[in-house]
């Protein structure tokens, strides 16, 4: 197998060269956790009126790209994409594109925290997502353990929002009036996605991330897998344990689908 990359190349956003790997029909960024929380950093510090926009792919995420390949555009116009999920840093490594580590969209949010408060450098964010009262909760949450970071607005948006102009143009003006660092959308896949892509022009934000589950971890609406779950890549079967009416049938199809899709990557890159 031979290695397609991008190595390096510029992004149309960012003056910074970056290391990419085109893998599964998408560009991934083949970054640490603390390079693409110091890359962020950077983003911010540079304050261009353009929002650059992160998103965090996992296996379901590829699935439904290879099924729904008119979503595929929305991860490609990203401005960094992190791996989230040991196979597809696995695999990467099979086909000769290596990824150096998993970085967890639900861990990436904390990780900016904290780099901000052991820098002592104030980030301010908005939250977008979750059930009312649910941003309320995670931003008394990251107040606790981050006092440096400063959530300065969030949103619970209603069911379908994404449809109504009039509500969208709202929404964005109450972000900009907030003047955040980092909108956080968590909305879930593909729908945060879409959300930014389609707003990102009108947002004077520095940075968006699209990071699914975050905010309702952090208010403790949802639970993450104990560390050792983590550390031994068996995470997904804590979730699916806590949460089987919503994942069982998600993980059958990925279980069906991600080895077919490895197999055409790999006759890809043969």
Known sequence: ????????????????AT??????SIDI???????AVQRIGDWISEGQPTCRFVVTPNVDHIVQLYRQKELIPLYRQASMTLADGWPLVSMSRLYGKPLPERVAGSDLLPAICEKSQ????????????????VPQRAAQAIANRWPVAEVIGSSSPPLGFENDPV???????????????????????PKQESWILNHRERLRTPVALAVGGTIDFLAGEQTRAPKWTQAIKMEWLHRLATNPRRLAKRYALDAIYFPWICIRQGWHDA
């Open 29 to 35: 960024d083949a970054v640490t956790m603390s390079q």
């Open 118 to 133: 052991s820098d002592n450098r104030p980030v301010k964010l908005f939250l977008l997502g979750g059930k009312p009262g």
């Open 167 to 189: 509500f969208n143009q709202e929404l964005c003006s109450q972000i900009n009036q907030a003047e955040p660092d980092i909108l956080v959308v968590g909305l879930g896949f």
């Open 19 to 24: 290391l990419r790997h085109r893998l599964w």
């Open 1 to 16: 197998m031979t290695a397609e990359t991008k190595s390096p190349s510029c992004s149309s956003e960012s003056d910074s």
